[in-house]
């Protein structure tokens, strides 16, 4: 149907809509035509249905004098007074519903629901708004005016678009024309109606193809929860989350990188019709059955398949897309019910972005609640606890807003607030996409803030340490600073990063930079794993708290062996996803026996040693009988990664190698368990490195080389054995004594690097020294060192100095 039919009609069927529709059905009705009649080819499944149009509603707003009574109405409206918003809302939503449809639009809408439910009398129906400024890329109406779900027959139906219309005078949609600078005349309701996927009998969930913190753009973020998706939008749970690597899935790999499973406490269901007749509820919640919980809502291959959908889609429209999807529990098909512009990260562009980070050490800070952060900002402030809406004109500028859940509803003082923070929700809630739009930091599914946190009390809500957000106890120093993005000069060196935190990974990617030197496995198996491996391994042989603690990390896997191998993979692939196609170097562990005593079940099986910094670690561990099977649940990770993922851009590298014989030893043992080198026939170009930070490594470079395909140089530790200094003696009297600029340190730094060029292979280094003494750099510059391995705050300050002093 062409164009002036549309914009002239009453009602149209969604098959014949298309994005230049907008105008007269909005942004989610004119999505959904669009993917209806153009990707269904691509094996895209969206419902059916149809809308009303602009002229539809204009023309109802005209039939009683309705549209000047609501002009007046809102003339001098001050949006900041909650009160009289709210008083005047109401009012005018009380209008609306008390006018009768004029007949020519009742008509129509019978007659083109009557085609859409032939059949299937009992049918369940969504009646959904789609407003004309909705969904556009620099405004996001999303979740404003109402939505019914499970809606059966006709009456129902008209009594929901009614409702529909009265919500475009809703608070929030009120508040939130003006926030954005539309008049309200100028933004008019379209009515979906759309048959419904029963994710009641399934799941549901939303979908975005970027990252929604950090605006990484080659990652499918998906999140999932039981039952209808309400729950998952409004922020009633805390959904499963899935990332999807795009180029990976384009190359036909097993492309999930990362699943976090979420506690999924509530699911929203049908009412059946005797409750719907009894209290006029369409839907009802109730609890998830524990061992559902327990699981993943979606298998790997639904999340493929709705990656694929979301490639698709983005494909199509050309822009970073917001989608809500659902699987059907009874046909166990997936479907897409939504699409619209992602509104948020894909409009910052390049300019420069400012980083928050905690002065000091965290460590000794008090964590008072911890959850899912949204945005990458630090705000402080009084705690303001809100538990109902008739308490939001509580909330003063500054405060820190915290609720079991934040609805649509809250919007007009949520922008007072200097942070939120909830109870429950995930970061695709409607919360959390507000917050992002208003750039304030949020830290929702924290599960018990409004009981933990005070009123009145002082706090620091930080989302700058990846996926969790944490609030602390005290007003914390902040420090912020310009992030540069895009090129740099020529360096003469390759600057590569050090990356231990994988939730960081998406955002350190986008700084300039030649890919990660120094990627360890510590931080993944401290944070994402928390437990030693010899009690994974022990499993179920072992007393009967830690295998509850085992049991209790481990859900959601095929076991606890399972467990470990997937989050040693999944950290190593997000880091890997990434820096891609950049190399990425993945140091094995590398933990001292005091920092394995520390996970869980640790005590059990690590020795108390006098000095650790020169025991059981590195490649002795690995070469050991006693450490042979944790070393093999490793190698099965990374060969994943690099096999089944396809990110071949992760190279090796063995820590701590003490010995000839220990050298060969390991190699052969990563070539036993599926990681051959390139260099001995193996596959995929796999390089496998070593740390230089024995002072016999630079020593016998030439001989060690002949098994390893380059080196890192370790500054910290070949210092400290150079030196004979103990840098975890916490001694004062010795820290004066540590510098790797000593000329016995340098002797040694220069011989590998000479050996390495000499050799033709990799030499970088990876270890503090370049960053805390310029000098040092300009040193290993002039002495041919390939690459050097920075923390991420130092990348851009020496890389710039670098090539500044070339030019």
């Given at each position: 149907m062409s164009q002036p039919s549309v914009a002239t009609a009453l009602v149209v069927p969604f098959e014949q809509l298309r994005m230049t529709d907008v105008e007269s059905v909005g942004g989610k009705n004119a999505s959904l035509g669009e993917m209806i009649s153009q990707l269904a080819a691509s094996g895209v499944r969206v419902p059916g249905g149809f809308a009303t149009t602009a002229h539809a509603f204009r023309e109802f707003l005209r039939h009683e004098g309705l549209a000047d009574r609501i002009e007046q109405r809102l003339k001098s409206l001050d949006i900041d007074d909650v009160r009289a918003l709210a008083a005047a809302g109401a009012e005018i939503r009380r209008w609306i519903e008390a006018t009768p449809f004029p007949a020519d639009l009742a008509a129509a809408i019978r007659a083109e629901f009557a085609k859409l439910s032939a059949g299937a009398p009992d049918a369940s129906f969504a009646v959904r708004s789609s407003a004309t400024a909705e969904d556009l890329p620099d405004a996001s109406f999303a979740g404003q005016q109402e939505t019914f779900l499970n809606v059966v027959g006709i009456e129902d139906v008209l009594a929901k678009m009614k409702e529909v219309f009265a919500s475009l005078y809703n608070d929030r949609a009120i508040s939130y024309r003006v926030h954005k600078g539309y008049a309200h005349a100028d933004v008019a309701l379209s009515a979906g109606v759309q048959r419904m996927v029963r994710s009641d009998l399934g799941a549901a969930g939303v979908m975005f193809t970027i990252d929604t913190e950090s605006g990484f753009s080659d990652v499918v973020f998906i999140t999932s929860s039981y039952g209808l998706g309400e729950t998952v939008v409004q922020g009633a749970v805390n959904?499963?989350?899935?990332?999807?690597?795009?180029?990976?899935?384009?190359?036909?790999?097993?492309?999930?990188?990362?699943?976090?499973?979420?506690?999924?406490?509530?699911?929203?269901?049908?009412?059946?019709?005797?409750?719907?007749?009894?209290?006029?509820?369409?839907?009802?919640?109730?609890?998830?059955?524990?061992?559902?919980?327990?699981?993943?809502?979606?298998?790997?291959?639904?999340?493929?398949?709705?990656?694929?959908?979301?490639?698709?889609?983005?494909?199509?429209?050309?822009?970073?897309?917001?989608?809500?999807?659902?699987?059907?529990?009874?046909?166990?098909?997936?479907?897409?019910?939504?699409?619209?512009?992602?509104?948020?990260?894909?409009?910052?562009?390049?300019?420069?972005?400012?980083?928050?980070?905690?002065?000091?050490?965290?460590?000794?800070?008090?964590?008072?609640?911890?959850?899912?952060?949204?945005?990458?900002?630090?705000?402080?402030?009084?705690?303001?606890?809100?538990?109902?809406?008739?308490?939001?004109?509580?909330?003063?500028?500054?405060?820190?807003?915290?609720?079991?859940?934040?609805?649509?509803?809250?919007?007009?003082?949520?922008?007072?607030?200097?942070?939120?923070?909830?109870?429950?929700?995930?970061?695709?809630?409607?919360?959390?996409?507000?917050?992002?739009?208003?750039?304030?930091?949020?830290?929702?599914?924290?599960?018990?803030?409004?009981?933990?946190?005070?009123?009145?009390?002082?706090?620091?809500?930080?989302c700058s340490e990846g996926d969790t957000g944490y609030i602390y106890d005290g007003l914390l120093e902040t420090e912020v600073s310009d992030v540069r993005r895009g090129e740099l000069p020529k360096c003469p060196v390759k600057i590569m990063m050090n990356v231990g935190n994988p939730q960081l990974a998406f955002e350190f990617a986008q700084m300039p930079n030649s890919g990660v030197g120094l990627a360890r496995l510590e931080f993944i198996i401290n944070n994402n794993i928390g437990v030693h491996p010899k009690a994974i391994l022990d499993y179920p042989n072992i007393d009967s708290d830690l295998k509850k603690a085992v049991e209790s990390v481990a859900r959601g896997h095929a076991s606890p062996r399972a467990f470990y191998v997937d989050k040693l993979a999944e950290g190593v692939a997000t880091i890997a996803a990434a820096f891609w196609p950049k190399p990425v170097i993945v140091r094995l562990s590398d933990f001292k026996s005091n920092e394995y005593r520390k996970l869980i079940g640790g005590s059990r099986y690590e020795p108390e040693e006098e000095n650790p910094m020169l025991g059981f670690r590195g490649a002795s561990r690995y070469v050991s009988e006693a450490f042979g099977e944790a070393f093999a649940m490793e190698c099965e990770a990374l060969k994943r990664v690099r096999e089944d993922m396809g990110l071949t851009n992760v190279e090796i590298m063995v820590p701590f190698v003490r010995t000839l014989t220990q050298a060969e030893k390991v190699i052969g043992m990563l070539a036993e368990r599926g990681l051959k080198?390139?260099?001995?026939?193996?596959?995929?170009?796999?390089?496998?490195?070593?740390?230089?930070?024995?002072?016999?490594?630079?020593?016998?470079?030439?001989?060690?080389?002949?098994?390893?395909?380059?080196?890192?140089?370790?500054?910290?530790?070949?210092?400290?054995?150079?030196?004979?200094?103990?840098?975890?003696?916490?001694?004062?009297?010795?820290?004066?004594?540590?510098?790797?600029?000593?000329?016995?340190?340098?002797?040694?730094?220069?011989?590998?690097?000479?050996?390495?060029?000499?050799?033709?292979?990799?030499?970088?280094?990876?270890g503090q020294g370049p960053s805390d003494h310029p000098d040092f750099a300009d040193w290993l510059a002039d002495e041919g060192i390939a690459s050097m391995s920075l923390n991420p705050d130092s990348v851009v300050e020496t890389w710039t100095r670098l090539a500044a002093r070339q030019a």
């Open positions: 959904p499963d989350e899935f990332y999807v690597h795009k180029p990976a899935l384009k190359a036909g790999k097993m492309a999930i990188i990362r699943r976090n499973l979420g506690s999924k406490l509530i699911k929203m269901e049908f009412a059946t019709p005797e409750e719907r007749a009894a209290s006029g509820r369409l839907v009802k919640t109730g609890d998830t059955a524990q061992e559902h919980r327990n699981r993943y809502s979606l298998s790997d291959a639904d999340v493929m398949e709705l990656a694929r959908y979301a490639l698709t889609i983005e494909a199509h429209y050309g822009r970073p897309m917001d989608i809500e999807w659902g699987k059907d529990g009874a046909d166990g098909k997936l479907y897409i019910l939504q699409a619209r512009p992602e509104t948020v990260k894909s409009q910052q562009g390049d300019k420069v972005e400012q980083r928050y980070k905690l002065k000091g050490d965290t460590s000794k800070s008090t964590v008072l609640a911890e959850g899912r952060a949204i945005g990458q900002k630090i705000g402080t402030g009084p705690v303001r606890v809100v538990t109902s809406i008739a308490e939001m004109d509580t909330v003063q500028p500054g405060d820190v807003l915290v609720a079991d859940m934040t609805d649509p509803n809250w919007e007009p003082v949520m922008k007072r607030a200097s942070a939120i923070v909830t109870n429950r929700g995930g970061r695709t809630c409607h919360a959390a996409i507000i917050a992002r739009e208003l750039g304030i930091p949020a830290v929702v599914g924290c599960g018990n803030a409004t009981d933990v946190l005070q009123p009145g009390a002082l706090v620091t809500v930080a080198r390139a260099a001995d026939g193996g596959s995929d170009g796999l390089k496998v490195i070593m740390m230089c930070e024995i002072p016999s490594n630079a020593v016998l470079a030439d001989d060690y080389l002949r098994w390893f395909d380059g080196m890192s140089i370790g500054s910290n530790d070949l210092t400290q054995l150079t030196l004979g200094l103990d840098r975890d003696s916490g001694m004062e009297l010795l820290a004066k004594d540590f510098d790797e600029r000593d000329p016995a340190v340098k002797a040694l730094v220069s011989r590998a690097i000479k050996a390495c060029l000499g050799a033709g292979k990799y030499v970088g280094i990876c």
